[in-house]
């Protein structure tokens, strides 16, 4: 099987209400909140794709996208 | 197929507040039926009053908003009309076992193949935070502003005694494990009831002076031990989680069918 690398982290800013779950959980530290309060991935490339941000955000707002990685 | 693909976008961003653990629950729950690939349409959530309640109204199943405390008396007649469904019950913590407390017995008695989850945030929410028959003694509320003296209910133990055949706990912090036994549950033939402790940072929390919902969830981590773990053996004192009944016993649908063939046979 062909390993999985990140394609996107889609935050949808307009449903994300700022709550800091993801911020706080995420084991590799890949997301921020921006100035308006709004979850936004700003080290991609840390993401180990365990999707913990993904499964615990109250307002479905983030979508951990994969692809997979080119041999 | 994504989460979101099983919920009516035009009702997003949803109205729970920032934090609350209700999201979280709706995103396990859409999760464990995405992993089951169960059909939209073979899926109705039924839902009474409250914070928890307004869940229905996000998903695209087949759903029922109804009376306070009386989604599983509307969702027993769904199931007895069209037992082929799955049917959902998402209930809060005083809508479960306040206002349905006899419902909610008479529910597990009968064995009825359903899936109740009680979405414990220990408040009512909605309506300003008051306490409930989950808050339990020392807890602070609107209505107890000198903390509560009332005893709290085990939900688990409670579903346990009254008849339901498959019980679980678990909390927001742990949604791998809220998804897995979400999906045992639904998969489950017979009446089953997973509790998930959620958290409610606007009243609970604040009342309590346990900060954000990230404090929460944190809290939630503290204060529970998974079930045969060496932690919970070691703290007695520590909210166990996990699979507490998983049994096969006649359901009542079915049973109810072997009437129906007898009566015919008349």
Same mark, same amino acid.
């Given at each position: 099987m062909a390993k999985k690398k990140l394609k996107e982290i889609a935050i949808n800013q307009s449903w994300c209400?700022? @709550?800091?779950i993801c911020v706080a959980f995420c084991p590799k530290n890949v997301l921020e909140l921006n100035d308006e309060g709004c979850s936004t991935a700003?080290?991609?490339?840390? @993401?180990?794709? @365990?999707?913990l941000c993904e499964m615990r955000c109250p307002d479905l707002a983030i979508r951990v996208i994969e692809e997979e990685e080119e041999v | 197929m994504a989460v979101q693909e099983y919920i009516r976008d035009r009702f997003f961003p949803q109205m729970w507040c920032e934090g609350c653990g209700h999201g979280t629950i709706l995103n396990s729950l859409l999760r464990a039926i995405e992993d089951l690939g169960i %059909?939209? %349409? !073979?899926i109705v959530m039924t839902s009474g009053i409250g914070c928890s309640a307004r869940i229905s109204g996000y998903v !695209?199943?087949?759903s029922l908003h109804t009376m306070h405390g009386r989604a599983l008396a509307c969702a027993t007649g769904v199931k007895m009309a069209k037992p082929e469904l799955n049917v959902i019950v998402p209930m809060g913590d005083g809508d479960a076992l306040a206002i349905g407390g006899n419902h909610f017995i008479h529910a597990c008695r009968r064995n009825i193949d359903m899936t109740a989850i009680v979405? #414990? #945030?220990?408040? *009512?929410?909605?309506?300003?935070g008051q306490y409930s &028959?989950? +808050?339990?003694?020392?807890t602070m509320a609107t209505t107890a &502003? *000198? +903390? %509560?003296?009332d005893n709290a209910f085990d939900v688990v133990k409670l579903a346990e005694a009254a008849g339901a055949t498959f019980v679980a706990r678990t909390t927001t912090y742990h949604v791998a494990e809220a998804v897995t036994y979400l999906k045992k549950a639904i998969q489950h033939k017979g009446f089953s009831v997973v509790e998930i402790m959620s958290q409610? &940072?606007? *009243?609970y929390g604040r009342k309590n002076k346990k900060g954000s919902a990230v404090n929460m969830l944190e809290w939630f981590k503290e204060i529970t031990g998974k079930l045969g773990s060496k932690e919970l053996e070691d703290n007695p004192s520590l909210i166990a989680r996990g699979i507490f009944v998983d049994e096969d016993k006649p359901e009542y649908c079915s049973e109810y069918n072997k009437i129906i063939e007898r009566a015919s046979k008349r």
């Amino acid at each position: 099987m062909a390993k999985k690398k990140l394609k996107e982290i889609a935050i949808n800013q307009s449903w994300c209400k700022g @709550c800091g779950i993801c911020v706080a959980f995420c084991p590799k530290n890949v997301l921020e909140l921006n100035d308006e309060g709004c979850s936004t991935a700003v080290r991609p490339e840390d @993401c180990i794709l @365990c999707k913990l941000c993904e499964m615990r955000c109250p307002d479905l707002a983030i979508r951990v996208i994969e692809e997979e990685e080119e041999v | 197929m994504a989460v979101q693909e099983y919920i009516r976008d035009r009702f997003f961003p949803q109205m729970w507040c920032e934090g609350c653990g209700h999201g979280t629950i709706l995103n396990s729950l859409l999760r464990a039926i995405e992993d089951l690939g169960i %059909s939209k %349409s !073979d899926i109705v959530m039924t839902s009474g009053i409250g914070c928890s309640a307004r869940i229905s109204g996000y998903v !695209d199943f087949h759903s029922l908003h109804t009376m306070h405390g009386r989604a599983l008396a509307c969702a027993t007649g769904v199931k007895m009309a069209k037992p082929e469904l799955n049917v959902i019950v998402p209930m809060g913590d005083g809508d479960a076992l306040a206002i349905g407390g006899n419902h909610f017995i008479h529910a597990c008695r009968r064995n009825i193949d359903m899936t109740a989850i009680v979405m #414990n #945030n220990r408040i *009512y929410g909605m309506t300003g935070g008051q306490y409930s &028959p989950l +808050s339990g003694v020392g807890t602070m509320a609107t209505t107890a &502003p *000198y +903390s %509560s003296i009332d005893n709290a209910f085990d939900v688990v133990k409670l579903a346990e005694a009254a008849g339901a055949t498959f019980v679980a706990r678990t909390t927001t912090y742990h949604v791998a494990e809220a998804v897995t036994y979400l999906k045992k549950a639904i998969q489950h033939k017979g009446f089953s009831v997973v509790e998930i402790m959620s958290q409610c &940072p606007t *009243y609970y929390g604040r009342k309590n002076k346990k900060g954000s919902a990230v404090n929460m969830l944190e809290w939630f981590k503290e204060i529970t031990g998974k079930l045969g773990s060496k932690e919970l053996e070691d703290n007695p004192s520590l909210i166990a989680r996990g699979i507490f009944v998983d049994e096969d016993k006649p359901e009542y649908c079915s049973e109810y069918n072997k009437i129906i063939e007898r009566a015919s046979k008349r």
